[in-house]
């Protein structure tokens, strides 16, 4: 089955504590991303990456890093968590369209929902 | 800067009735997609339609059904006969294409509509 997994489901950690929320996809899609989603925010990017090693900032990228080691891993990083940390994160996966300037259809993983206190 | 609005912030209507959910879009771009998708209780993003900026037919899927039109930068979501299964919040979204340069722009969506089916 084409799927998007994402572990864990549900994480409650505290403040500063190194915590990774993996994601693997297993369609072969080049494109992978992160999203959060906070209430009366809709989901904003987080990062993004086009390929193995080739990986990029959205649009809150700010307290959080990503690998792309392998294709179908694309692993979330959280070195020093934060209160303002807590919210619902999704990976998403896509094949990559028009030479790589535009994504096919995302499709999303089940959601982690993260609190850090 | 691209941008979705969704107007409506919850819906609600009894079971049977006709539903219809806004999206009004901005981009700069010729070719750009159109998504919907649909966020059950159970929290998971499930995809729903994706259209393309040069595909202006309405398409309709069982109960569900889209308009799209450039004119007016609208891409809206109409549920025929609501049952309380297609209560969820339900999001719009944009992708563009980059005219040059590395990289691939994610998803821009929409803050969402909590549609509420009342039996």
């Known amino acids: 089955e084409a799927q998007v997994t994402q572990n864990p489901r549900y994480l409650i950690t505290v403040t500063g504590k190194k915590l990774t929320v993996t994601c693997s996809q297993n369609m072969n899609h080049e494109y992978m991303s992160w999203y959060r989603q906070d209430p009366g925010l809709g989901l904003r990017q987080i990062y993004y990456?086009?390929?193995?090693?080739?990986?990029d900032k959205g649009d809150v990228p700010e307290g959080y890093k990503v690998s792309r080691k392998e294709k179908r891993n694309f692993p979330l990083i959280l070195e020093s968590p934060s209160p303002n940390q807590t919210s619902l994160y999704f990976c998403?996966?896509?094949?990559?369209?028009?030479?790589?300037?535009?994504?096919?259809?995302?499709?999303f993983g089940p959601g982690t929902r993260l609190t850090v206190l | 800067a691209q941008k979705v609005t969704q107007a409506q912030t919850e819906i609600s209507v009894v079971e049977k009735e006709d539903v219809t959910l806004d999206c009004v879009y901005e981009t700069r771009d010729t070719t750009y997609y159109l998504f919907w998708y649909k966020q059950p209780p159970s929290g998971e993003l499930v995809f729903l339609i994706r259209r393309n900026s040069f595909d202006e037919q309405n398409e309709i899927s069982g109960r569900y059904s889209w308009n799209f039109q450039k004119s007016t930068s609208s891409f809206n979501f109409t549920i025929t006969a609501s049952q309380v299964v297609d209560s969820a919040v339900y999001f719009c979204?944009?992708?563009?294409?980059?005219?040059?340069?590395?990289?691939?722009?994610?998803?821009?969506f929409g803050k969402g509509t909590h549609l509420i089916i009342q039996p």
């Open positions: 998403a996966s896509s094949l990559l369209l028009t030479s790589g300037r535009s994504t096919d259809t995302q499709y």
């Open positions: 990456s086009m390929n193995v090693e080739v990986t």
């Open positions: 979204a944009l992708s563009e294409t980059r005219a040059t340069g590395g990289g691939a722009d994610g998803l821009t």
